[in-house]
């Protein structure tokens, strides 16, 4: 699955020619033209990459942001803040209530795309090569290994490990499971989630191993050795 990306923009042209741009490059997107409506979106779909305007009508970015990062769900998301407002002190602002970028428009849509590239790489998002508490994974070769031995996985399996090393720790709902390892336009059950949650477990505990997959009551999985 392609990274997500949440544009939380009030301007509808230019949230639409950022979306018909940065799906062109291949990326997921969804659209929340207010504060509100981009904190639903976030805690519904758990984007991959927030692009974030300063000026939004109902809250100001800055403190969406500060919300985002003060979320244990969504600090790890990386922002990148869209605004006009281009002084060194405006910039200090919003890296300092932890925006990962800043981004003054107008901007050239190359230039947006490769910082949003940069950013995902920074997370892990779209690493090659992903790793946590012994268990390692290849993208590219599709090899997984834990300690050191190798590890079949059906590709269902594969996706939902993927997701879990791309953010170790972070309680997945079976919804945002479903939307980032089956996509966003496929029907499946959450039981489904459950099944192959299970298979995934029996997969890597093999030998006695400790089981690294947290279930939390009401809320969904973690990857998480210290669970």
């Known amino acids: 699955m392609k990274p997500l990306i949440l544009i939380i923009e009030d301007e509808q042209m230019q949230a639409q020619i950022l979306q018909y741009n940065l799906e062109a490059e291949g990326y997921r997107v969804k659209h929340a033209p207010t504060a509100d409506?981009?904190?639903?979106?976030?805690?519904?779909?758990?984007?991959?990459?927030?692009?974030?305007?300063?000026?939004?009508?109902?809250?100001?970015?800055?403190?969406?942001?500060?919300?985002?990062?003060?979320?244990?769900?969504?600090?790890?998301?990386?922002?990148?803040?869209?605004?006009?407002?281009?002084?060194?002190?405006?910039?200090?602002r919003g890296l300092g209530v932890g925006a990962d970028d800043y981004v003054v428009k107008p901007h050239s849509i190359k230039e947006l795309i490769a910082r949003i590239k940069a950013n995902l790489r920074k997370s892990g998002i779209g690493n090659i090569e992903l790793s946590y508490a012994g268990i390692t994974m290849n993208t590219e070769t599709y090899r997984v290994s834990r300690g050191g031995e190798n590890i079949k996985l059906g590709p269902t399996e594969f996706r939902l490990l993927k997701?879990?090393?791309?953010?170790?720790?972070?309680?997945?709902?079976?919804?945002?499971?479903?939307?980032?390892?089956?996509?966003?336009?496929?029907?499946?059950?959450?039981?489904?989630v459950d099944v192959h949650i299970g298979r995934l477990r029996k997969s890597l505990n093999k030998d006695n191993k400790p089981d690294l997959i947290r279930t939390i009551r009401s809320a969904g999985y973690a990857l998480d050795k210290d669970g």
């Not at 791309?166 to 959450?190: C, F, M, N």
């Open 163 to 192: 997701t879990f090393l791309e953010r170790p720790q972070k309680v997945w709902s079976r919804a945002q499971l479903l939307d980032h390892v089956w996509g966003t336009d496929i029907y499946v059950d959450e039981r489904t």
């Open 37 to 92: 409506e981009g904190l639903l979106l976030i805690q519904e779909y758990s984007p991959d990459i927030i692009l974030l305007d300063w000026m939004l009508p109902d809250m100001s970015g800055i403190e969406v942001c500060r919300q985002i990062k003060a979320n244990p769900d969504s600090k790890a998301i990386p922002v990148i803040m869209l605004t006009a407002r281009g002084t060194e002190d405006d910039k200090v």
